[in-house]
C-alpha cells in the first residue's frame, strides 16, 4: 500500500472532524490515522477492503496444508 502524506490525520483531527476524514477516504480510497505522529490506523473505502480482503479457495487451502505441516505433532496427539 502506497502511503500519500495527504491522506495522513491525527487522532484528535479525525476525533473532532470526523465528517471530513470521511470525505478524504472517498476522494483517496484510504485515510491513514496517526497516534503521537505515527501511523496506527488505517481507514479505507469499504469496496477497496472487499477487493483487498477476499481470498479465493487456493489461498485458504495452501494456508491450512501450511499450519497442518508446521503443526502436525499436534494435531496427532489431539486425535488419539
Avoid at 476524514?21 to 469496496?47: C, F, H, M, Q, W
Avoid at 477487493?51 to 496427532?76: C, S
Wanted: no cysteine; net charge negative.
Amino acid at each position: 500500500m502506497n502511503i500519500n502524506i495527504d491522506n495522513l490525520v491525527s487522532i484528535t483531527e479525525a476525533n473532532q472532524n470526523f465528517s471530513r476524514v470521511a470525505r478524504l477516504v472517498d476522494e483517496k480510497g484510504t485515510a491513514i490515522i496517526l497516534k503521537n505522529n505515527a501511523p496506527r490506523y488505517v481507514l479505507l473505502d469499504y469496496s477497496l477492503f472487499r477487493q483487498n480482503a477476499a481470498a479465493d479457495d487456493t489461498d485458504v487451502d495452501a494456508a491450512a496444508t501450511r499450519i497442518l505441516a508446521k503443526h502436525i505433532k499436534a494435531f496427532e496427539e489431539l486425535a488419539e
